[in-house]
C-alpha cells in the first residue's frame, strides 16, 4: 500500500485548502483512513478519521467544526477540506490508513504517507 498526500501550502488565516490522499497497491476500500498533523518537535497528532463507506467521521476537538474529512471510493481518494485556518493549524499534514478499526491512536495505523506542507500566515 502506498499513501500519497498532496494540496498543502501556504495560505492566510481565514482561508482555506482542501488536502488530497491516493492510495494506491491495494483496494481503497477495505481501509480506514485518517489525517494527522505533526510539527517540529511534537508528535503527530490525529485531525480526523472516516470509516470505509465514508458514513463515520471524528474531529479532533481543535478542527472540529472547520475541517470536513471525506473519501470517494471510485477514485481512491481521500480528502481534507480546511476551513477557517489559523496559524495553528500550519503543521505537515500525513494521511494514514489501517484495515482495523478507527482510532485516534498514530500506532493504530501502519501505512502512512509521505506528508504535505501547510502554512497558515497571521
Known amino acids: 500500500v502506498q499513501l500519497q498526500a498532496s494540496g498543502g501550502g501556504l495560505v492566510q488565516a481565514g482561508d482555506s485548502l482542501r488536502l488530497s490522499c491516493a492510495l494506491t497497491?491495494?483496494?481503497?476500500?477495505?481501509?480506514?483512513m485518517a489525517w494527522f498533523r505533526q510539527t517540529p518537535g511534537k508528535e503527530r497528532e490525529f485531525a480526523a478519521s472516516?470509516?470505509?463507506?465514508?458514513?463515520?467521521?471524528e474531529y479532533a476537538r481543535s478542527v472540529k467544526g472547520r475541517f470536513t474529512i471525506s473519501r470517494d471510493n471510485a477514485r481512491d481518494m481521500m480528502y481534507l477540506q480546511m476551513n477557517s485556518l489559523q496559524a495553528e493549524d500550519t503543521a505537515v499534514y500525513y494521511c494514514?490508513?489501517?484495515?482495523?478499526?478507527?482510532?485516534?491512536?498514530?500506532?493504530?495505523?501502519?501505512?502512512w504517507g509521505q506528508g504535505t506542507q501547510v502554512t497558515v500566515s497571521s
Open positions: 472516516i470509516n470505509r463507506s465514508g458514513g463515520l467521521t
Open positions: 497497491g491495494r483496494r481503497f476500500t477495505p481501509y480506514i
Open positions: 494514514s490508513a489501517n484495515q482495523e478499526f478507527m482510532s485516534a491512536r498514530a500506532d493504530a495505523y501502519e501505512y
